[in-house]
């Protein structure tokens, strides 16, 4: 069983960045594919960023060009730089990753405002 922990969320004023770090229990090698999504007050859960095992990404059109997703294999870590931030940026970011099973995380609350 893979843990996922999730840190780095907080409160940031629109224009501001943010570093997301997401800390596996194992190898994160062996994920066929990492990635961050964001859940916001009354909407549905959305893929932010994601990355293969070979390092292609795939980005939500909202954050392309702002957001970079990274993986670390030595360190067992996924990061998630936001830079730009915007109101709408705002949720709860969640971090997964994907062998035959999937795992997540518990989330890091990102709150962009004035």
């Known amino acids: 069983q893979v843990q996922l922990v999730e840190s780095g969320g907080g409160l940031v004023q629109p224009g501001g960045s943010l570093r997301l770090s997401c800390a596996a229990s194992?190898?994160?090698?062996?994920?066929?594919?990492v990635g961050w999504y964001r859940q916001a007050p009354g909407r549905q859960r959305e893929l932010v960023a994601s990355m293969t095992r070979s390092g292609t990404t795939n980005y939500a059109d909202s954050v392309k060009g702002r957001f970079t997703i990274a993986r670390d294999n030595a360190k067992n870590t996924v990061y998630l730089q936001m830079n730009s931030l915007k109101a709408e940026d705002t949720g709860v970011y969640l971090c997964?990753?994907?062998?035959?099973?999937?795992?997540w995380g518990q989330g890091t609350q990102v709150t962009v405002s004035s």
């Open positions: 194992g190898s994160i090698a062996r994920f066929n594919t």
């Open positions: 997964n990753g994907r062998i035959i099973a999937e795992y």
